[in-house]
């Protein structure tokens, strides 16, 4: 039994990473994938059922994860946007939650068949959205700043709400407080903000002190943090239903907005941990479907789905937008951006466990119609958000552009090659000179350390999507290979290979704070600045097949080196000096012409390399070990 529920979760875990992957590597929602994966193995296949696997711990750990997310969900909420879109957002947690509400409660009584308490919770259930959703959508989408922002707010502040609202419904209704219902629900939602907003407060301040002070050692900071969360989430449900959400959330915009010390180590923690949770979740949520439970459900539950995208959404969003600077296109993607999550359908299901057990007639209706809402939202918007973003442009651009650190002279030449192709480039050097010739070669630059703020910020919300160290010093390339791997990844991180290091010298840079190394291995700062000097150009040869690269390479191995591989997609392939480059034609390839000067010096170094070690392993061999006589 324990064997099977081991091989369960493992099964879990490895279907999660390799639909993430699939998603990343074919450009595809991940979360449309993950369900259909959780939905294949689990009612289709039967090959794992979360039931069984995890029993009575299903939704307290589920609670957990949830909890875990919107704290990290809160770590990128930064306050000083609410500036800007404060307006919107404050209406559509309050107008938007409340039409929502309505429409959805006289959609399931009139089109699913429910009773006038029954759709009124199912009603208020459905008002959430969520970042278990909303946020790898939005990952994959890139909407501008202004909408991405309201999205992202909204996606996170209104978990709590739902879920509370849900909870406040439930007691009301179910436990016999009809009466006074409205009074009862506007005192919970004020006790649950109190409480809910305390116990954040208070988890972000003690996690501030103890880091502030060094009372915890770095390789506990993370733990504790962690801790922090589940200890804020737990003591608030505790005071008050459903408060814990709004708990954690409220706990992960303190940390994100104090000043008092740097909290980029938890947020990278905390993103792998969500992308985990993430992929989990809805592969347990998709597998616990039971197929026998959407028997009762006709095409009233297609009618009640059509209208709270087609209705419900649009109202919200145009109510919540009346007078704010928001024009028809961001309007628009708005409201067909408004998918439902993994919290939808926990509560859902603990509500009608509790009903059915209270003998509550339709209460088995609940969940599958929780369930479809959530297939129904996610398919639709995870097919439709990334198209309509860019026929309403309100996407940025791929990310597809780099970031060179360094603007001497190759390096402008090198970015000159890149502008040429239509590729974004963004220089940045502290040298005021260099700057300043970058942009009188009208190439975009800026006078700053490529370890700044300003221009973290401006390559995070931009084009750029790579980064090239090029500045004479081995340990700053490095460190901005460090920096940037957070925000374009390890594979789209480069560095001139280092300065060849003496034999006597223990080696500057460690190789695991090094970025991939650039182009060739004999290529470092100095030996391509004698290649400029001594006349060297970069040349651009168009191929058609992959073996006129290949006989091309082979004939000019002495005097060309590739550089970049540029596609009619506009992708820009680096040639990185841990493997040969292998494009793919058609495409063009840049390469780097070798002058003779240059050459002839390399094949000197190279014999006198071979000279050395020849001499050396002759020594090696003439020295015999000492023999001792018996």
């Not at 979760?9 to 990473?17: C, N, Q, R, S, T």
């Not at 299901?349 to 369930?371: C, D, G, K, S, Y």
């Not at 340990?475 to 991180?493: D, M, P, Q, T």
């Not at 060849?500 to 290529?523: I, N, W, Y």
Request: charged residues 15%; glycine residues 8%; contains cysteine.
């Amino acid at each position: 039994m324990a064997e099977e529920r081991l091989i369960g979760i493992a099964i879990i875990l490895v279907l999660g990473a390799g639909v993430q992957w699939l998603g990343w590597r074919f450009k595809l929602p991940s979360i449309l994938l993950l369900l259909t994966a959780g939905f294949i193995v689990g009612p289709v296949a039967h090959v794992i059922d979360p039931d069984y696997i995890f029993g009575g711990l299903l939704f307290p750990l589920v609670s957990l994860a949830v909890a875990v997310i919107l704290f990290e969900g809160g770590l990128s909420l930064r306050l000083a946007d609410l500036k800007e879109v404060g307006n919107t957002l404050w209406r559509l947690l309050t107008i938007g939650v409340i039409a929502t509400w309505v429409i959805s409660t006289l959609a399931a009584y009139y089109f699913v068949g429910l009773g006038w308490s029954l759709a009124l919770l199912l009603g208020a259930i459905l008002v959430v959205t969520g970042p278990t959703v909303i946020g790898p959508l939005l990952a994959f989408v890139r909407p501008k700043d202004r909408i991405g922002s309201i999205l992202r707010w909204e996606g996170i502040a209104i978990d709590p709400i739902g879920a509370v609202l849900a909870v406040l419904v439930f007691e009301a209704l179910a436990l016999g407080r009809a009466d006074n219902a409205p009074l009862f629900i506007i005192a919970g939602l004020i006790k649950t903000s109190i409480i809910g907003t305390a116990c954040g407060l208070l988890g972000a301040g003690i996690i501030i002190l103890l880091l502030y002070r060094y009372w915890v050692p770095d390789f506990l900071q993370n733990f504790a943090v962690l801790a922090m969360v589940f200890g804020s989430f737990a003591l608030s449900n505790h005071l008050q239903a459903e408060s814990g959400l709004l708990a954690v959330t409220v706990m992960g915009i303190a940390l994100a907005n104090q000043r008092w010390l740097s909290i980029r180590h938890i947020v990278e923690f905390k993103e792998n941990l969500r992308v985990m949770l993430v992929s989990v979740l809805f592969v347990v949520l998709s597998a616990k479907m039971n197929l026998a439970d959407f028997q009762y459900l006709g095409w009233g539950a297609l009618g009640f789905f059509l209208i709270l995208v087609i209705v419900a959404r649009p109202l919200c969003v145009m109510l919540s937008c009346l007078g704010t600077k928001l024009n028809w296109n961001e309007r628009t993607f708005m409201a067909c951006m408004a998918p439902r999550g993994v919290v939808a359908a926990a509560v859902s299901a603990i509500f009608a466990l509790r009903l059915q057990q209270a003998n509550v007639a339709q209460a088995e209706l609940l969940a599958p119609v929780t369930i479809v809402i959530i297939f129904g939202t996610v398919l639709l918007y995870g097919l439709t958000a990334y198209p309509l973003a860019r026929k309403l442009n309100v996407a940025k651009p791929d990310p597809r552009g780099f970031l060179i650190a360094g603007a001497h002279s190759w390096a402008r030449a090198i970015a000159m090659q890149l502008k040429n192709l239509g590729i974004p480039v963004l220089m940045v050097d502290t040298n005021r000179s260099n700057a300043a010739q970058a942009r009188m070669a009208k190439l975009p630059s800026k006078n700053l350390s490529v370890l700044s703020r300003e221009v973290w910020q401006q390559a995070q919300l931009g084009e750029m999507g790579s980064l090239l160290a090029l500045t004479p010093s081995d340990e700053l390339n490095a460190l901005s290979c460090v920096r940037f791997i957070e925000l374009f990844g390890r594979a789209k991180v480069f560095q001139l290979v280092p300065k060849e290091e003496e034999s006597s010298r223990k080696a500057s840079v460690t190789e695991d704070h090094k970025g991939r190394l650039l182009f060739a291995p004999q290529l470092d700062y100095d030996e391509l600045s004698r290649v400029f000097a001594f006349g060297g150009a970069m040349e651009k040869v168009a191929f058609e097949e992959e073996v006129e690269y290949e006989d091309y390479c082979e004939e000019h191995s002495q005097t060309h080196i590739p550089l970049f591989a540029y596609y009619s997609t506009g992708e820009v392939e680096v040639c990185a000096a841990d493997g040969p480059m292998t494009p793919a034609p058609p495409c063009d390839v840049i390469f780097l012409t070798i002058p003779e000067e240059v050459r002839a010096e390399w094949n000197r170094k190279a014999a006198e390399k071979k000279e050395k070690k020849k001499a050396k392993s002759a020594v090696e061999k003439n020295k015999k070990p000492a023999q001792t006589e018996t």
